[in-house]
């Protein structure tokens, strides 16, 4: 087992997290919904270590330190039926809104070679099949889920692990097809931010990508990476604050950053993206939690005086 995984495993049987007291725990998709082989494989993936290794780049390669283990830690705190994939209405819904490269198929788009570094910033579950479609064309996964699920969380952690699950039988069938040298695809959640802060009573479990989820330029330029190729919700769509400040740094370094439509037929190819010079954001606001990665319930205010 990787030594973070490890640890984060020891902290979950320490602390007591809100979300196992909670009178309507939340629940992992549904225990009754088939993968995305449409068989019961996912069920050999419901525990934080095996779902973990499936979805991480290969031992060894300079993108393993990378591979966030927060939310596939949390798998293992739900209690048996209340796991499984993702929906049958849920997944048609993300099936639908992909791009064909997303789906199962051998041939890979020109523009992904070793190379490459792809980053998928798509609302989590389309991320994830996205993801799993990179890994098919022979990308080293790497998730950057940061956060841990709740109840009362201002993000739905819990629908990144149904798809996850879904699409684990998948990515481990189109492993052995991947070597050292194999690029990497950052599999990102696009609503990672939130719109708001939280309020009383709820858990903020809203996170940024900061330099333990992506590798800075020398670690990149060593291993061969002169271009970062964006999958976005369509190739104009904005970058987020905290992935624009990182491929802006990159920019200026002298990588290459284009951008391709979710939407988008993969096979074009990409457009080229110039990130404007932005300066490292400041993350007043977002709440780390004690067992790693982020999200705590906020208190009530004081009643009390000054």
Avoid at 34 to 58: H, I, M, S
């Amino acid at each position: 087992m990787w030594q973070p995984l490890s640890k984060i495993l020891e902290a979950i049987a320490r602390v007591r997290f809100p979300f196992r007291r909670s009178r309507s725990p939340v629940q992992v998709g549904d225990p009754r919904a088939p993968d995305v082989q449409d068989g019961e494989r996912w069920r050999q993936y419901v525990a934080a270590e095996k779902l973990f290794d499936v979805w991480g780049p290969l031992p060894g390669t300079p993108w393993e330190p990378f591979h966030c283990v927060t939310l596939f830690a949390a798998l293992d705190a739900f209690p048996s039926g209340k796991v499984g994939p993702t929906s049958r209405e849920e997944a048609a819904g993300i099936d639908s809104r992909l791009f064909p490269g997303s789906r199962a198929r051998r041939e890979s788009p020109g523009w992904m070679g070793r190379d490459c570094m792809a980053v998928v910033d798509l609302p989590g579950p389309e991320s994830v099949a996205v993801g799993a479609g990179f890994v098919t064309a022979g990308f080293q996964p790497v998730c950057t889920f940061d956060h841990w699920p709740h109840p009362a969380g201002l993000l739905s952690a819990e629908r990144v692990l149904a798809e996850l699950l879904r699409q684990a039988p998948r990515v481990a069938e189109n492993r052995s097809r991947l070597a050292s040298g194999s690029p990497p695809v950052w599999i990102c959640d696009r609503d990672r931010l939130g719109t708001r802060s939280g309020r009383p009573r709820e858990f903020d479990n809203r996170y940024y990508l900061d330099e333990s989820l992506v590798p800075g330029f020398e670690i990149l330029f060593r291993a061969g990476v002169r271009r970062v190729v964006c999958v976005l919700p369509e190739a104009s769509a904005p970058l987020l604050r905290d992935l624009e400040a990182y491929l802006s740094d990159l920019h200026t370094r002298g990588l290459d950053i284009y951008a391709v439509g979710a939407t988008d037929d993969p096979l074009l190819q990409p457009s080229r993206l110039r990130p404007g010079r932005s300066a490292v954001p400041q993350w007043s606001g977002f709440h780390r939690s004690s067992a790693g990665g982020f999200g705590v319930l906020v208190p009530e205010p004081s009643s009390g005086g000054s």
